[in-house]
């Protein structure tokens, strides 16, 4: 059974904005989720994430600084709830996590509120995918 909530991160979504980069997984999840087959989450460092992937994918021209607008109403268009996990008391766990699964602090965030959330994760990123098969959380589109 999959779950009803899938936490997205940026580089999931990411892949819905990059011309190179057409992911046809990604394209159904948020069609799902437009239907209300299920919700999609994420946590506040997302936004900084898909801001900083636009102005990367300016700099290495993959897209046009033109293209900004139009991915960043998209972005503003995806259905996704975002949660704010600003407590103090997150750092020590989130460390911990990358500290074990070999993870980056900001990844092992989004393993952290797949967790949390008792939610599927969505990424394009494999060692976060990795960690979450070790870590029994169901992934979208990598059954």
């Known amino acids: 059974m999959k779950p009803a909530l899938w936490v997205v991160d940026a580089s ?5 904005l990059m011309p190179d980069e057409h992911n ?6 948020i069609a799902e989720a437009r239907r209300g087959a299920c919700r ?5 460092l997302w936004m900084y994430e898909m801001a900083n992937l636009l ?11 033109e293209d900004v607008e139009t991915a960043g109403h998209l972005i503003e268009a995806l259905p996704i709830e975002i949660h704010t996990p600003m407590e103090l008391a997150r750092i020590r766990p989130w460390a911990e996590l990358a500290l074990a699964s070999r993870l980056t602090a900001y990844d092992a965030s989004y393993l952290a509120l797949a967790e949390q959330l ?3 994760l969505a990424t ?5 995918a990795v960690a979450a098969r070790s870590r029994q959380v169901p992934l ?3 059954e």
């Open 12 to 16: 999931f979504c990411g892949a819905l």
């Open 24 to 29: 046809p997984q990604a394209i159904r999840l």
């Open 40 to 44: 999609l989450a994420t946590h506040s």
């Open 55 to 65: 102005v990367s994918a300016v700099r290495r021209r993959r897209i046009r600084e």
């Open 118 to 120: 008792r939610a599927g």
């Open 124 to 128: 394009e990123d494999e060692d976060l």
């Open 140 to 142: 979208w589109g990598k």
